[in-house]
């Protein structure tokens, strides 16, 4: 399933079971089709990088996996259309118009994929899996009795990115500007770094907004963060920057040459070298929404499934990079965390 594929074959009547009836001299002819297969549109962020659910994040494989688990099959009961931008959410609208085409039963999307599919249309019903809380409060209205086409599962909350830059002071107290490293082109980071700006105020740290899209991007945002005079680093939660794209890898690495611990609240993030991660299991999401598109198939609506928030978080800390960076983690915090990767 790597690469920008079509599931969907063409509907074609097969091995189709055909009577005749001869009345006087006129034949008429009956044909059992096979029923229409509902296509399940699936409109991701970024394009897929591993073909099984486990390694992270693996969207596509962990929703795939959720559906064959209830009972769906490619090209036998369902067709699945995957569109994907490469590297640019610039393309996001068009392929979210080209997936509304088809006229889906429903939509699967992710991330800054869910403005483009709730901009694309009012009327199919819109999975997001997952999401950011606040564009799935502004998209679905209300949490508990969604209001219009879009409901699904939330994974990163201003609560979680504030907790980041907690545990950060804690383990670094001496920390003073956080270099925020971010993709503009992602719409919930528009007002970013100036919301979390009032907790940094209390925490004594001045944050620095720092942008890149992609990795392409990221020799010049690593060029501005030096130039910044920040002694941490704050990954946002955005696809392009994080995870499997090794993009949060080759920020931990360049990080650890010049001294700076990196801090994210996606939970992969500790595990590609960073110091700190706080954040949930995304792959587990994902494979929720498939439920949330099963109920749609089968006749709910949106406003029938209430957004659901993630209610397990993992801290992870990467005690060899603390070690590299000279930073001893308090014995609390140790207590605390649910990972320690050495």
């Known amino acids: 399933m790597l690469g920008r594929r079509t599931f969907m074959g063409s509907v074609a009547i097969a091995a189709s079971l055909s009577a005749v009836v001869s009345v006087g001299m006129i034949e008429f002819a009956w044909a059992q089709q096979p029923a229409k297969r509902p296509i399940v549109a699936i409109l991701l962020s970024r394009a897929p990088t591993t073909p099984t659910c486990g390694a992270s994040p693996a969207s596509l494989a962990c929703f795939m996996e959720g559906m064959r688990d209830l009972g769906y099959v490619d090209g036998k009961n369902v067709a699945f259309e995957v569109r994907y931008p490469k590297g640019d959410y610039q393309a996001l609208p068009d392929l979210a118009t080209e997936l509304v085409r088809l006229r889906p039963a429903v939509i699967y999307t992710t991330g800054p994929g869910a403005d483009a599919a709730a901009n694309a249309t009012t009327t199919i019903p819109i999975i997001v899996g997952p999401g950011t809380e606040e564009a799935l409060m502004r998209l679905a209205g209300n949490f508990a009795h969604p209001t219009g086409n879009v409901t699904g599962l939330t994974l990163i909350s201003f609560e979680q990115e504030v907790k980041c ?16 490293l971010l993709n503009p082109d992602n719409p919930r980071y528009r007002n970013y770094p100036g919301v979390l700006a009032p907790r940094g105020v209390q925490l004594g740290l001045t944050l620095i907004r720092i942008e890149a899209r992609g990795l392409a991007d990221l020799p010049r945002a690593l060029t501005a963060i030096a130039a910044s005079g920040a002694n941490a680093i704050y990954i946002a939660g955005d696809p392009l920057l994080w995870g499997m794209s090794p993009g949060s890898r080759k920020v931990s690495e ?6 700076l611990p990196v801090v994210s609240p996606n939970a992969q993030v500790a595990a590609d070298g960073g110091l700190l991660s706080f954040g949930t299991d995304i792959n587990l999401l994902h494979g929720r929404a498939a439920i949330y598109v099963d109920k749609i198939l089968k006749g709910a609506k949106p406003a029938d499934l209430p957004v659901e928030r993630p209610s397990v978080f993992k801290l992870s800390v990467n005690t060899r990079t603390a070690n590299a960076l000279g930073i001893v983690i308090p014995q609390a915090l140790l207590l605390r965390a649910d990972e320690l990767i050495q």
């Open 254 to 259: 360049w990080a650890l040459t010049q001294r």
């Open 165 to 180: 830059l907690e545990f950060l002071k804690e383990l670094a107290p001496r920390t003073t500007r956080v270099a925020v």
